[in-house]
């Protein structure tokens, strides 16, 4: 039974794109035993929080499963999550309930500004053995590079992610005639009856990323979740997301490329179970800028499930943790 004699807290600013901040916790258990987990971009609350009444409420207090902590902190219930299945020798990924050991991965690329360009980079991606491409669009960056795209590459599974950024349906559905798999995040997530009247003029997959699913079942309004792991306080509470989604016959991608490792770790993890059924996305960011050996990544489109190594699979490179860190605290 896990007992936390220490708590450390690391806050990171990770020198890649928008220089993203993470939190990363460390446990220690009175057996000497380490978990970790970490916050993305968390909420600016989350340090005081973590040294204000997380510390206090872990430290010392006996506790059997990570459901039982009640953190409501995504990266202390992380951290308990590799601690207790680490000192159970068990990987994350099967305490989930997942079963794979590989998975397929989607590489998403950008919008550019030439249509020559775009094909040679999905060119590129191909020859490094991806299979499925997701292209950001936009509105005026949409049907053009969809059809170029396809006509270069005839057999390519290929996904469109639009961020949000469309009112009106005409241009997504001129998509659909292009063999689009999913059309991932059409409207601001609140409008779930656009959406649905969406899902009934396509063939492809209307994808939502929300932690609210039920509108959505209800109206029928998608037949993909894109699962953030991060975006939910616990690792069960994605799961039950996960179960939900499943049981309603939806397909589900587990999504989640930002941070130092861990949460792309453990989104692999979640990744593994059953109903994700969707290629993974956990392209970002540069494996230089990860603090778990090996990094996790996609090698030849494929992305490994550390299933024979505990917890969250990883060793954690506490030096560049220190070195990455802008301060720290120990409880």
């Known amino acids: 039974m896990p007992?936390?004699?220490?708590?450390?807290?690391?806050?990171?600013?990770?020198?890649?794109?928008?220089?993203?901040?993470?939190?990363l916790v460390r446990l220690t258990d009175h057996g000497g035993m380490v978990g970790w987990g970490e916050a993305v971009e968390p909420d600016p609350k989350t340090w005081a929080r973590l040294g204000e009444t997380l510390g206090a409420q872990l430290i010392g207090v006996d506790w059997e499963?990570?459901?039982?902590?009640?953190?409501?902190?995504?990266?202390?219930d992380m951290a308990c999550w590799d601690l207790w299945t680490r000192m159970r020798g068990v990987p994350l990924a099967h305490a989930l309930g997942g079963s794979r050991t590989s998975l397929m991965a989607t590489v998403r690329l950008t919008p550019d500004p030439s249509l020559d360009s775009l094909v040679t980079r999905v060119n590129?991606?191909?020859?490094?053995?991806?299979?499925?491409?997701?292209?950001d669009v936009r509105p005026g960056w949409d049907v053009e590079p969809v059809r170029a795209v396809r006509l270069a590459f005839p057999a390519l599974t290929l996904a469109v992610d639009c961020g949000g950024a469309y009112t009106d349906s005409e241009q997504l559905v001129a998509l659909d005639s292009y063999g689009v798999?999913?059309?991932?995040?059409?409207?601001?997530?609140?409008?779930?009856?656009?959406?649905?009247?969406?899902?009934?003029?396509?063939?492809?997959k209307v994808a939502v990323e929300t932690t609210d699913l039920d509108d959505y079942l209800t109206l029928r309004a998608a037949r993909a979740l894109i699962l953030r792991p991060?975006?939910?306080a616990s690792l069960s509470e994605a799961r039950r997301a996960h179960d939900k989604a499943a049981a309603a016959g939806?397909?589900?991608q587990c999504t989640g490329g930002r941070?130092?490792?861990?949460?792309?770790?453990?989104?692999?993890?979640?990744?593994?179970?059953?109903?994700?059924?969707?290629p993974c996305d956990v392209t970002q960011p540069p494996r230089n800028a990860q603090i778990v050996t090996p990094a996790v990544g996609a090698?030849?489109?494929?992305?490994?499930?550390?299933?024979?190594?505990?917890?969250?699979?990883?060793?954690i490179d506490e030096d560049r943790v220190r070195r990455f860190a802008t301060d720290s605290f120990t409880a």
């Open 3 to 23: 007992r936390v004699r220490e708590l450390e807290v690391f806050r990171l600013v990770l020198p890649y794109g928008r220089r993203l901040e993470s939190l």
């Open 65 to 76: 499963h990570p459901d039982s902590v009640r953190s409501g902190d995504s990266a202390v």
């Open 124 to 135: 590129q991606q191909v020859c490094g053995g991806y299979g499925h491409v997701t292209l």
């Open 181 to 204: 798999e999913v059309i991932e995040r059409p409207f601001a997530v609140s409008d779930a009856y656009a959406h649905a009247a969406l899902q009934d003029q396509v063939g492809a």
């Open 230 to 232: 991060t975006a939910y």
């Open 250 to 252: 939806w397909d589900i």
């Open 259 to 278: 941070g130092a490792g861990l949460a792309r770790a453990a989104t692999v993890a979640v990744a593994s179970l059953p109903g994700c059924t969707l």
């Open 299 to 315: 090698a030849g489109g494929i992305v490994a499930v550390p299933f024979t190594q505990p917890g969250l699979g990883h060793i």
